[in-house]
């Protein structure tokens, strides 16, 4: 057994006893005991390999275990916990940690307290607070809501928030520039960058860009979302592990069209995936997600797919033991994970599957069309689970939609960027931009207004997700044989 492999077993050992523990509560002495026979089996059997590595794979669960306990024990110690639904005014002071999320009517504003507690904070539009003040705040907290589809209390968890607060009685500014000077950095040239698109391409249009590139969605009506929604397009606006997945799969391609040597192509499209990253304000789930795509580009370049599960799954460990929370809560992380699994194993057979697809070299309908949809199907139960629609209209839409998005997006940076060093040159890359986005929205609307886009299902029980992967897991195995097979035949 190689070293590579053994280290794949103890980080997979790991991710087990982070599921275990997000889903089962395993009780003291059950930790113990399984800690004690791993540690048994190690002493008792160490002259042999495989008991040994057994045995340490059993102390990794463990810690697994032992991880997600501890971060779920930190929550639950939490000071501000007592404070929520007791009706009583309460006066915190904290900074600003993260961009205002700004609405029609309203702002949201992640406040972290001097006691290192994250609140939510919602209050009026005007007047505007900037990342890194430094704010007292005094009105009353409350748990964050369970709505009957979609548990927001553990959205926002996941993230350490653990309250929120709704129009406050007062809120009063008694510093700034608290905030880390990279991020304010950032969050002002993301907001100079709207703003420049915004005086040269309108709504609907506007809006698109805005989500497309910054996963910014509240300049999208609800109409338009549910439009995307029935479509499977949904993922292209927002910042999801999924889309920024299939755009750094695409990228490579896209780049080697412009005729770049392999090595230059990579290089480029790194460049590009850090680039996006950085000016969406580097949120974690984008990080997340870009760490990811950046491992299915290095597979890609070394053309070694199958090889790269190992750093994928270890990245995956390294991100649950920063925050173990993760597996369970936040979906973005499941979709990018599933997202880069899809894209190794599945691609290669429907590539192969699709041959008479051309492929030509600016346009890589084949190339397009198996990558998008073995990401979706990898994510698909995933997102039928919890969102409880199945769009039937996924494939037409994503072929014709998908292939564009990495050259739209570099064609948005490229105007964005020119325009805010010199204004007049936004005109000529503000109309190709405008064009390839009325494509975008075209598109969606056609396909939304087809009867049956999408197959709605209530009420879908957990037994879904285990059934479905074990099918999926089995017929993937299946092709993988196949595959090789057909090399040795070869």
């Not at 007292?136 to 926002?156: H, Q, V």
């Not at 007049?424 to 390839?436: D, E, R, S, T």
Request: proline share 5%.
């Amino acid at each position: 057994m190689s070293p590579s492999k053994i280290f794949l077993y103890f980080c997979l050992s790991f991710i087990g006893g982070i599921f275990i523990s997000s889903y089962f509560f395993i009780e003291f002495p059950a930790l113990l005991a399984i800690l004690v026979f791993g540690i048994l089996l190690i002493s008792v059997f160490w002259k042999y390999k495989k008991a040994a590595i057994a045995g340490l794979c059993i102390l990794l669960l463990a810690l697994g275990i032992w991880r997600h306990q501890l971060a779920e024990s930190r929550i639950s110690k939490s000071e501000i916990l007592n404070h929520n639904d007791t009706g009583r005014v309460i006066t915190l002071i904290g900074v600003v940690s993260n961009e205002p999320d700004i609405r029609e009517k309203a702002q949201r504003l992640t406040i972290k307290t001097d006691g290192k507690d994250k609140v939510l904070v919602t209050t009026w539009r005007y007047p505007e607070y900037q990342y890194g003040d430094k704010l007292k705040i005094t009105g009353k907290s409350e748990l964050p809501p369970i709505f009957e589809d979609f548990n927001y209390r553990d959205y926002l968890r996941k993230d350490g928030i653990l309250t929120q607060m709704s129009w406050p009685e007062r809120i009063e500014v008694i510093g700034s520039g608290n905030g880390n000077l990279i991020y304010k950095n950032l969050f002002s040239f993301k907001n100079k960058f709207k703003a420049t698109a915004r005086s040269f391409i309108s709504p609907p249009q506007e809006g698109i860009l805005e989500a497309l590139v910054f996963g910014d969605e509240e300049n999208i009506s609800k109409e338009w979302k549910d439009k995307f929604n029935f479509t499977g397009t949904r993922h292209i606006t927002a910042v999801s592990g999924m889309n920024i997945t299939i755009i750094a799969s695409l990228l490579l391609s896209f780049a080697l069209a412009l005729g770049l040597w392999r090595q230059q192509a990579f290089y480029l499209s790194i460049f590009l995936l850090i680039l996006y990253i950085l000016m969406i304000g580097a949120p974690a789930s984008a990080v997340r997600a870009g760490i990811m795509g950046g491992l299915l580009l290095l597979a890609q370049y070394f053309g070694r797919m199958s090889r790269i599960l190992r750093a994928v799954v270890f990245a995956a460990a390294f991100m649950l033991f920063l925050n173990p929370l993760l597996l369970k809560l936040d979906i973005g992380f499941q979709l990018s994970f599933l997202a880069v699994l899809g894209i190794i194993y599945l691609q290669p057979s429907l590539s192969d599957w699709f041959k008479k697809i051309p492929n030509h070299k600016f346009f890589p309908l084949r190339t397009t069309l198996s990558t998008t949809l073995s990401a979706q199907v990898f994510t698909l139960p995933v997102l039928i689970y919890n969102f409880g629609y199945i769009p039937l209209v996924s494939p037409v839409t994503n072929i014709l939609i998908v292939p564009i998005l990495a050259p739209l997006t570099i064609l948005i940076f490229i105007f964005g960027l020119t325009a805010m060093i010199f204004l007049p040159l936004g005109y000529i890359f503000a109309f190709p931009a405008w064009l390839c986005l009325t494509y975008i929205i075209k598109i969606v609307d056609f396909f939304s207004q087809v009867p049956w886009t999408s197959l709605t299902l209530e009420n879908v029980h957990w037994l879904w997700l285990p059934t479905s992967y074990l099918i999926l897991g089995f017929i993937t195995y299946k092709l993988q044989e196949r595959q090789k097979l057909k090399f040795l035949q070869y």
